[in-house]
């Protein structure tokens, strides 16, 4: 009886992992920019660029891509509001930035210490950094940034105290 249960188990153990590994992708539905594409339009059209800094396999993008962006209003918001650019963080993919400087979408991540994935950044249309959020964002979350940002309350205060505000 023990050696016909071996198979079964080892045939569950391996349905677990394989179930268990989720894969992300940028969301779908979004018009998500590579991030060199991204600085240039952000500039033409004098937006704030919002930053998703990804890898496939990440099991907290695949959460945020569920759970936040699937959001249809959260979309809206975004599309609306930001230049939207996803950065493979795996990629070798060669990005051009505007000083002619060739590098890949990994170390773009280095340059933007980005150590862990997801991380959301959010930069002025000359790519300078204001707000960077790392892990799992609600949809929530991701409203009182958009509020922090394009209020331009970044500006006069720590994002910190931004939120401590009674509203």
Request: include cysteine; proline fraction near 5%.
């Amino acid at each position: 009886m023990r050696g016909r249960l071996w198979p079964c188990i080892v045939l569950a153990a391996w349905a677990t992992v394989v179930a268990a590994v989720s894969y992300a992708d940028p969301p779908p539905g979004y018009a998500f920019l590579h991030y060199d594409e991204a600085l240039k339009a952000a500039r033409q059209q004098n937006k704030k660029i919002f930053v998703y800094y990804g890898r496939y396999g990440c099991g907290f993008c695949e959460k945020t891509n569920k759970e936040s962006f699937s959001d249809p209003a959260l979309k809206k918001l975004y599309t609306r509001h930001y230049v939207i650019s996803y950065v493979d963080a795996e990629s070798g993919r060669r990005l051009v930035l505007p000083n002619g400087e060739r590098i890949t979408e990994m170390e773009l991540g280095a340059r933007l210490k980005a150590k862990v994935t997801p991380v959301f950044i959010y930069m002025d249309s000359d790519g300078k950094s204001l707000l960077k959020v790392p892990g799992f964002q609600t949809v929530q979350d991701f409203i009182k940034y958009d509020q922090y940002i394009n209020g331009e309350h970044y500006k006069k205060k720590s994002l910190e105290q931004f939120l401590s505000q009674p509203r």
